[in-house]
């Protein structure tokens, strides 16, 4: 006979398996800023660049999928990123409605720099656990992430 916890032992094993994955999150998190230190950008500003700078011209709308912020919050990094020269928004050949963000020269320039540096904290952040380790954690994850709104 299998024994199946009671709901308040599985409601304590949700609680505390939260807290780690906080705990976790902040961590990769702060080990990631470190890996900014002297750019002067903050995480969500290196995420719009490092997205422009892989994928290309965006929408506002596409790179607020991309980097899993508000719209909002968006205009303003984007208008920062601008006032420190490292992307423009121009209107969209296609459709001249739609604004779409570009890197800059600079902005390129940056990322040919800063890229490898943050890929390599994250190598050496994740490096704790093995491969198998982190398919496994990256499937939990993506696991996690896919769930609908209650």
């Given at each position: 006979?299998?024994?199946l ?17 906080m705990r976790?999150?902040?961590a ?6 470190r890996s ?7 995480l ?5 660049l ?14 607020a ?7 909002g ?18 209107r ?6 739609v604004?779409?963000?570009?890197l800059?020269?600079k ?17 050496q952040?994740?490096?704790v656990?093995g491969?198998e ?18």
């Amino acid at each position: 006979m299998v024994h199946l916890p009671s709901p308040r032992s599985q409601q304590r094993l949700a609680l505390l398996t939260y807290v780690k994955l906080m705990r976790a999150a902040n961590a990769a998190r702060n080990f990631a800023s470190r890996s900014l230190t002297g750019s002067r950008l903050t995480l969500t500003q290196f995420a719009v660049l490092e997205a422009l700078y892989h994928l290309g011209p965006m929408s506002l709308t596409d790179i607020a999928q991309k980097v899993l912020t508000t719209g909002g919050n968006l205009t303003m990094v984007v208008g920062n990123l601008e006032k420190h020269g490292l992307a423009k928004r121009q209107r969209s050949p296609e459709d001249r409605r739609v604004l779409i963000v570009v890197l800059t020269g600079k902005g390129k320039t940056l990322m040919r720099e800063l890229f490898p540096r943050h890929a390599a904290a994250i190598t050496q952040f994740l490096g704790v656990l093995g491969p198998e380790e982190q398919l496994q954690l990256g499937e939990l994850c993506r696991k996690l992430g896919k769930q609908e709104q209650p």
